[in-house]
């Protein structure tokens, strides 16, 4: 999973605080998906974003979940007011621009992904 | 919506070809199958993908079925690293669709 960066591996937060999640894409990848994986499930789409825009928001909870990925920097996954059901592996994915009919999808690079544990 | 059927755990011993099948009945044309695994608290790795012909790479082998409703991947020689949940997905190899993982099947590589 060399190349797409997730902080911290782990992160421990009390109930009622908020998570950060950073995603560095490997270089020249501008498309950042996230995921998350609940213990002993599979993993779960939340969100996909391009630089400055989201492009599907569809698996992400209504509330207290957030994602940006700014112009410069990381992509962020924001988390307010945890609680013990949002502990799990946050995983976040890259890849370069979209396929098109002309340029082949070669999947995704994963990376090693962030454990949050709510106490 | 599950596109995809796996069965939920395979074991196959260490240096023996493992064999992982998958239905996809539903598969559009335009779609490919794509394999994934994921390594014991790792994030997914990517294996290998196809539309109708078999491909093959340095990972493994995808053997698609002429009605592309079936695909089964093979590890040709299974070692201990290769225990991980594969992960067996359609995709439409262009646009801005995502990867929908199913509970995919846990492969147990026995000494």
């Known amino acids: 999973n060399a190349g797409v960066m997730q902080n911290p591996r782990h992160l421990v937060r009390r109930r009622g605080q908020e998570a950060r999640l950073r995603c560095s894409p490997m270089k020249g990848h501008s498309h950042v998906y996230w995921y998350r994986q609940l213990p002993e499930e599979g993993l779960k789409f939340m969100v996909y974003?391009?630089?400055?825009?989201?492009?599907?928001e569809s698996g992400m909870p209504k509330e207290r979940f957030s994602a940006e990925f700014p112009k410069e920097g990381p992509s962020i996954l924001r988390i307010q007011q945890v609680v013990r059901g949002d502990s799990a592996a946050y995983f976040c994915?890259?890849?370069?621009?979209?396929?098109?009919?002309?340029?082949?999808?070669?999947?995704?690079?994963f990376g090693s992904g962030t454990r949050l544990t709510v106490v | 919506d599950a596109k995809t059927t796996q069965p939920t755990s395979m074991d196959c011993a260490e240096g023996r070809a493992a064999n992982l099948p998958c239905n996809h009945s539903t598969i559009s044309g335009n779609e490919y199958v794509y394999w994934y695994r994921q390594i014991h608290s790792q994030g997914p790795q990517y294996i290998i993908h196809?539309?109708?012909n078999n491909e093959t790479n340095e990972m493994a082998s995808l053997i698609i079925t002429e009605d592309r409703k079936s695909s089964t991947l093979i590890l040709p020689h299974a070692t201990l690293r290769d225990t991980a949940v594969y992960y067996c997905?359609?995709?439409?190899?262009?646009?801005?669709?995502?990867?929908?993982f199913g509970t995919g099947t846990r492969l147990t590589i026995i000494p």
């Open positions: 994915a890259s890849s370069p621009n979209p396929p098109s009919s002309t340029v082949p999808f070669h999947g995704y690079t």
């Open positions: 974003l391009q630089k400055e825009n989201i492009i599907d």
């Open positions: 196809g539309l109708k």
């Open positions: 997905i359609v995709r439409a190899n262009f646009g801005n669709e995502k990867l929908t």
